[in-house]
């Protein structure tokens, strides 16, 4: 699903994300560039089912070679706790103690 119906108004002030610039919805990804401009995407606009073991680059940040580049994680404790699914929040306290082993 490329975007999605929303049955009830959207917030004009709501954050879009992603490639097809919608507001946040169903499981989403963030690029682990940390300059990347869009910075989380939409499982389905990105042709993903599951999470991805390991790190993730959005395909514009891999074609700019950013995926090579970027050592430094950083850290979105807050925005990913807001979207991080019940299976995720070990990963969300990990990232907060700050045992990154990046």
């Known amino acids: ?15 879009t994300y992603c490639e097809c610039k919608q507001i946040s919805y169903g499981e989403m990804i963030a690029c682990d560039n940390v300059n990347c401009p869009v910075e989380w995407f939409h499982f389905s606009c990105v042709n993903l089912t599951s999470k991805p073991k390991g790190k993730w680059y959005c395909k514009r940040c891999v074609a700019a070679g950013q995926n090579k580049l970027n050592k430094k994680k950083k850290h979105r404790v807050g925005i990913i706790e807001k979207y991080a699914s019940a299976s995720d929040k070990s990963e969300v306290e990990h990232i907060r103690s700050g045992s990154d082993s990046d």
């Open 1 to 15: 699903m490329r975007g999605a119906d929303f049955d009830m108004p959207v917030d004009p002030n709501e954050p």
